[in-house]
């Protein structure tokens, strides 16, 4: 297959045909993730055509040649900013390509611009940091030089006890903050939770408050290694201090929600906590694709920021996003 450069006004985009009738297309579906750089830079193995990044190693050695895509009439700059064929005033997401103007979850926001495209609450991107470059929007809580810049990854190197970092967006009300978290080595939790069962679990903090050693408010969403489990929980005042954590059950009344898949050790897991007024939900995305959600309503805590966590384990984290409300 040939990967076909041709400009067909701003709108045209590569299309590499194959010899077979399937052909390999660069389609609408694509468009939002496949936008090139400022400089026209893309990835490995990707090349820039008017403005998109095709996958070289998809489409090779072709037989068709001269493809291209008119995606629709050719519009002035000024009333279309980002090039897509979709007029400033129509498009629900003006900086971003998008020509299909796809919204799954019918916000009124385009699913390529759209923080949390499956939630209508919540929309617009706070925070989206895919590789970790350094840690200079988090101030950790806990003593200690336990939060290392890893390869891309953010590392909680200490197993035993609670430890947190939180990052400078502060004084939210409304919430979704995901994570890719893996727990890559369980310790001790340092405390005395109601089921009287040790953790290693991980995850994200919304609501943070008050933040300081043994002290502070927060809502915890993680995964829980040693008791298969996706956790839900609460501290206020001095609770870490004391040695406790208020854990959230599930309908059958017992803390947090069990995980038939377990929680295996170097394995990554989305886990997103949303709050809404009193309404939390706390969610994890299983290897399998499969989702588990445990919720809960509280009014204990009315705004904060947001952070990451261990307690009793060493834990790695990844793709930090944090969406405010619609």
Not at 9 to 33: Q, T
Not at 113 to 125: L, R
Not at 138 to 148: C, I, L, P, R
């Amino acid at each position: 297959m040939l990967v076909q450069v041709k400009t067909l006004n701003h709108l045209a985009l590569c299309v590499a045909l194959a010899a077979s009738a399937a052909g390999c297309k660069f389609n609408d579906e694509r468009l939002a993730e496949r936008a090139c750089g400022p400089g026209g830079e893309c990835g490995t193995d990707r090349i820039c055509c008017s403005g998109y990044c095709v996958l070289a190693s998809t489409c090779q050695e072709a037989s068709v040649s001269d493809s291209t895509v008119d995606m629709g009439p050719d519009l002035d700059p000024t009333n279309d900013r980002d090039f897509d064929g979709v007029a400033n005033d129509k498009d629900n997401c003006p900086d971003t390509p998008n020509p299909s103007q796809r919204d799954g979850d019918g916000d009124g926001l385009g699913d390529a611009c759209d923080c949390a495209p499956t939630n209508k609450d919540f929309g617009p991107a706070l925070v989206d940091v895919g590789s970790f470059s350094d840690d200079k929007a988090f101030t950790t809580v806990e003593s200690g030089n336990t939060w290392k810049v890893v390869g891309g990854t953010y590392q909680q190197q200490a197993a035993d006890g609670v430890h947190r970092s939180k990052h400078s967006l502060a004084d939210l009300a409304d919430v979704s903050v995901s994570v890719s978290v893996a727990i890559i080595g369980d310790g001790d939790d340092k405390l005395t939770l109601p089921d009287s069962e040790e953790v290693s679990m991980a995850g994200v903090i919304a609501r943070v408050a008050n933040a300081a050693p043994g002290a502070g408010a927060g809502y915890y969403c993680g995964v829980d290694r040693r008791g298969a489990r996706l956790l839900l929980a609460r501290t206020t005042g001095s609770d870490i201090g004391d040695g406790t954590m208020h854990l959230f059950a599930d309908p059958f009344a017992t803390p947090g929600k069990i995980l038939s898949t377990g929680v295996r050790l170097d394995q990554p897991y989305t886990v997103t906590l949303r709050v809404k007024g009193s309404a939390l939900s706390c969610e994890v995305v299983l290897p399998n694709t499969s989702r588990v959600e445990l919720t809960a309503t509280d009014t204990n805590i009315a705004r904060g920021g947001i952070g990451l966590y261990s307690v009793g384990a060493k834990a790695q984290f990844e793709r930090l996003k944090a969406c405010g409300p619609n």
